[in-house]
């Protein structure tokens, strides 16, 4: 979201190819010293409340140098940006002044917590990377009004996460010169070394968007290096922090009322009210530096819905992102080259506990989650996988070790779900590692094994047969990033056997090679940045046969108005059945961010030749993703998307004809009130029209599914909330009638509370709750 465009991209971690490519002498190579930024104790009470005549602000260390990133290279910014940084005995502060020569033009609508379009909205804060590992950081950045946006960044892969979600505080004022932005950070919501006085890695940024979308840090970023949080500058002046010693319990009560059908689509519904719930998420940090988190009987009924996928026409499963709380301590520490870790496999957990920290150079991260299954599981194939009821619910364990080694890492994966009836495990472990030799290479790796029993389910899948099951999966990767090249080469390896149960890994038996080039230049004028690329991929399987070839050729660009382009020509072969089909398509994405109203609209999709997957025959078709975003007041918010698929296919005797038209429809209206309670809408319809006379075997010549969902949300923070909550599910019949599936109406209430189990440092309060303003 806010990584300039020209610095470092986010590391793909795929492979193991070209360790030798870089000369061991490399690894001398030094880079530039970083800035230095001071922050001094607060002489003075600080009130958040967007307005900086508070006496302290005055005596607070300024900042006043900044950059500008995007789409300028590191040049003095073409508005005025200035900082201050202060910290008492509990809290770190920022404040910041943002001159704008036409406030009227200032984009920051009204929206839930992290719902900030970072291409259409004015914001900022700071980055904190608060271990100086220049590894990781947390980012706390606030719009124009005051909407909160907080996310996890990691430089050796993962990227920027916005699931994790923080306490603190923030306030801003749009003035006549620009708008200003205080920030308030409890130490204790950070993850910090035992050490005094502290050193930290800060950034601060400041997102712009008008004909462009500026960028300004406040330290430059050279281009072509493949590192981010490395730049940060140094923080010094951090003393007597507290040592940690703090728990946050959030208990909760929900109570709902359901309505189900009596027994086939179609019946009577009928009441199922379960009664009331309890639970309690709890966090417990012993120190500043680890902390540890359990949650019993979680409820996530207020969690949005996800964005429908069409699955129609595809050869493998689709992920969706989590969004549960208590999976997001610490994400950064799941990602690996391999998705070996997808924590939605954790479909109903009944309990779980977690903890994350780091000693030292060494990051650490354990989960243990009781889940009482209900989801479904994939059953991965070389071409091809296949979805099916888990066979029960299973005891996971996950465990991660990660060593920092200067700007490298090493680390090792673990983890294991054991059936709860015993019929079955997945177990799986291995090292990963990433050596940077020069500030424009990286080379990564993993390699994993598993060990596998299956389930003696049979009427579930074919392959369930109670069989023990061993194999490897093994990648390795090189990318480098100059100021205009940039190339990655990878190769991955995975036997027929391997199984990852408590990841996302839906494909094995394969052996893959992929090569990828690119040239960016940064005319002036209409594009600030285009860049021509060229892809190849080759996989097969383990008897050598092709699986897939691919090659691509395409330009990008990014244009006023916000907007990002770009254009390809692929070509592929593919293997469907026992039969390798050609396809030649178009493929095309347009983004564009046109003004404060209409906050973005954007297409994409192929066109050309396509390949019926379900029934292995060459076709044409198309796929086409439509979403726009409007905002007709500063406090409405209305999201469509429509997608679309479709594939037609000459039969013998009937000619050419639709073979099937997949779509998904959905309208969200959320209308927020302020920065702590909003009311939302979401009407979903997934629907599949088909000709059964064009397919092999017998299908229904129409599905679907339709969802409508209300919610009023109030949040003091993202513990302390209410929720109240309708939703109705209906899916189609065979007489082509949506039938009631079932309708619930829900209340939710949680309240966190904040204890310290060790004196404060020169405290002047008690314990409080942390739904308070001063928390």
């Not at 002498?25 to 607060?42: D, F, G, N, V």
């Not at 021509?532 to 990014?558: N, P, V």
Request: net charge neutral; glycine share 8%.
């Amino acid at each position: 979201m806010i990584r300039p465009r020209g610095t470092a991209s986010h590391v793909i971690l795929v492979g193991l190819v070209g360790l030798g490519a870089v000369p061991p002498a490399a690894l001398a190579q030094s880079e530039p010293p970083a800035t230095t930024l001071r922050i001094a104790r607060a002489q003075g009470t600080i009130t958040i409340d967007g307005d900086l005549s508070d006496p302290a602000w005055r005596a607070a260390p300024r900042v006043d140098t900044w950059f500008e990133t995007n789409p300028a290279d590191n040049t003095p910014p073409r508005v005025g940006n200035v900082a201050y940084l202060a910290f008492d005995d509990r809290f770190f502060y920022a404040a910041f002044e943002f001159d704008d020569p036409n406030p009227r033009a200032i984009r920051s609508p009204y929206a839930d917590h992290d719902h900030i379009n970072g291409t259409n909205t004015d914001y900022g804060g700071v980055i904190l990377d608060t271990r100086h590992d220049g590894h990781s950081a947390v980012l706390l950045l606030a719009s124009a009004t005051g909407v909160q946006y907080d996310a996890i960044t990691d430089d050796d892969g993962s990227g920027e996460d916005s699931s994790p979600d923080f306490f603190w505080e923030s306030a801003a004022r749009i003035t006549e010169r620009g708008w200003t932005l205080e920030l308030k950070i409890p130490f204790s919501s950070l993850r910090y070394r035992n050490t005094n006085p502290q050193t930290w890695g800060i950034l601060l940024y400041r997102n712009y968007p008008r004909d462009f979308r500026y960028q300004f840090f406040s330290t430059a970023l050279p281009r072509g290096t493949n590192c981010f949080i490395c730049r940060a500058s140094v923080l010094v002046g951090l003393e007597g922090l507290p040592a940690g010693g703090h728990v946050v319990a959030a208990p909760y009560v929900t109570a709902a009322a359901a309505r189900r059908p009596q027994g086939a689509l179609g019946t009577p519904l009928v009441s199922d009210n379960p009664g009331p719930e309890i639970g309690a998420d709890v966090k417990w940090t012993p120190n500043a530096d680890d902390a540890v988190d359990f949650t019993a009987n979680p409820d996530f009924s207020q969690i949005e819905a996800d964005t429908a996928q069409i699955s129609a026409n595809e050869r493998f499963a689709l992920s969706y992102p989590e969004k549960r709380p208590f999976f997001l301590e610490g994400v950064e520490l799941f990602s690996t080259p391999f998705r070996a870790v997808y924590t939605r496999t954790i479909t109903a957990p009944r309990w779980g506990a977690r903890a994350t920290g780091k000693q030292g150079a060494v990051g650490y991260t354990v989960l243990v989650a009781d889940d009482d299954g209900g989801g479904s599981a994939i059953v991965p194939g070389a071409a091809a996988s296949s979805l099916v009821p888990q066979a029960s619910g299973s005891l996971v364990f996950v465990g991660r070790v990660k060593r920092n080694i200067s700007r490298h890492f090493i680390s090792a994966l673990v983890t294991s779900r054991e059936a709860h009836d015993g019929a079955g495990y997945s177990r799986l472990a291995g090292p990963d590692f990433q050596w940077r030799p020069t500030s424009s290479d990286i080379v990564t790796g993993q390699w994993l094994f598993s060990e596998t029993r299956t389930p003696d389910r049979p009427d579930l899948s074919p392959t369930w047969t109670g069989a023990t099951l061993s194999g490897q999966a093994a990648l390795v990767q090189w990318q480098r990033d100059t100021r205009h090249f940039d190339a990655t080469t990878s190769y991955r390896d995975i036997t027929d056997d391997f199984r990852a149960d408590t990841g996302f890994m839906p494909q094995v038996g394969i052996r893959q090679v992929t090569a990828r080039g690119g040239w960016t230049v940064r005319p002036s004028g209409l594009v600030s940045r285009q860049r021509s690329f060229a892809e190849f991929e080759r996989q097969i399987d383990r008897d050598g046969a092709l699986i897939e070839r691919a090659a691509t050729i395409g330009s990008s660009m990014d244009t006023k108005l916000g907007g990002q382009m770009e254009f390809k020509y692929l070509d592929d072969r593919l293997r469907s059945g026992a039969s390798t089909f050609r396809r030649q398509r178009f493929g095309y994405e347009v983004r564009f961010n046109p003004s404060r109203r209409f906050a973005s609209i954007s297409v994409d999709g192929t066109a050309g030749e396509e390949i019926d997957f379900a029934n292995s025959r060459p076709g044409h078709g198309a796929t086409v993703n439509i979403s726009a975003q409007l905002n007709p007041t500063e406090h409405l918010e209305i999201a469509v998307v429509q997608n679309q698929r479709w594939v037609d296919v000459d039969v013998a005797g009937m000619g050419a004809g639709r073979l099937f038209t997949a779509r998904v429809s959905r309208i969200r209206g959320t209308y927020a009130f302020n920065q702590k309670s909003f009311a939302r809408i979401i009407w979903q319809y997934v629907s599949t029209d088909r000709d059964p006379e064009r397919y092999l075997t017998a299908v229904a010549d129409r599905s679907g599914d339709f969802s409508a969902s209300a919610l009023f949300a109030y949040k003091i923070n993202w513990q302390s909330v209410m929720f109240i909550g309708y939703g109705d599910d209906r899916e189609l019949s065979d007489a082509h009638r949506l039938e009631p599936l079932g309708r619930q109406l829900f209340v939710k209430m949680s309240y966190a509370f904040s204890v310290s189990c060790v004196p404060r440092r020169r405290s002047r309060r008690g314990n409080e709750a942390l739904g308070r303003k001063s928390a």
